[in-house]
């Protein structure tokens, strides 16, 4: 089966810019999260979604950051704007379910300057 | 919330050793024990999971043990091949909520 799809992998803005990430995940995973990734630390859990509704947003940055799944398939994940402190890798998973494994996509690397 | 400590955070082992690595937590409630792979440039790959309900499950090279009394789990490679390069994740998730807290990672170096 095919895997969780990101784009763009890289991306490179100034501070105060905004910028937006696309995830696709495996086809009929009803449970979709958003990760931030800092260079040498484990993943943290922005967003979680079940199907198109938001299940957890505690550790999301709601003044900055914001993120939707319409028709609770693809989703988005955006910034505006951007600070330096957001450098880091974002990570898109999907799963079935409760407990069930989480299937990680290769990530988008955003650069902030 | 949970919190999730891991040790140690670079380990370089000779080809053919065995590595371990292992990682704390903090919720008693906590009953799904992930661990993952990642390599550079790409996502975390579920490399195997233990629930509560269980003290030891293998895999061919890999193993990890859950004790639940002290709040530990730990990875165990066996046979290490070069390809074992990379940086492990331990992560943990509270019964009834799917959300993962992540171990800060360990590097490890398979040396030939």
């Known amino acids: 089966e095919a895997g969780v799809a990101q784009s763009p992998r890289y991306k490179i803005i100034e501070k105060r810019q905004s910028v937006a990430f696309w995830c696709n995940p495996i086809s009929g995973h009803a449970t979709l999260y958003w990760y931030q990734q800092i260079l040498g630390q484990g993943p943290k859990l922005l967003i979680q979604f079940q199907n198109n509704g938001v299940v957890d947003d505690s550790q999301l940055p709601k003044d900055r950051f914001s993120a939707e799944r319409l028709k609770g398939v693809d989703s988005t994940l955006k910034i505006q704007p951007a600070k330096l402190e957001d450098s880091a890798v974002y990570l898109c998973a999907s799963s079935h379910g409760t407990n069930n494994e989480q299937f990680f996509g290769p990530g988008t690397r955003l650069t902030v300057l | 919330g949970e919190n999730v400590e891991q040790h140690p955070s670079t380990l370089s082992v000779q080809e053919g050793d065995s590595a371990v690595i292992k990682c704390t937590y903090s919720?008693?409630?906590?009953?799904?024990f992930p661990w993952y792979k990642q390599e550079l440039g790409k996502g975390p790959q579920l490399i195997i999971d233990?629930?509560?309900?269980?003290g030891e499950k293998k895999d061919q090279r890999i193993a990890v043990t859950l004790n639940k009394t002290a709040k530990h789990f730990s990875l165990h490679i066996t046979e290490t091949q070069p390809e074992d390069s990379a940086v492990y994740f331990c992560a943990a998730s509270i019964a009834g909520n799917e959300k993962l807290t992540f171990g800060t990672g360990t590097r490890l170096t398979i040396i030939p």
């Open positions: 233990i629930r509560s309900n269980v």
């Open positions: 919720d008693s409630a906590s009953n799904y």
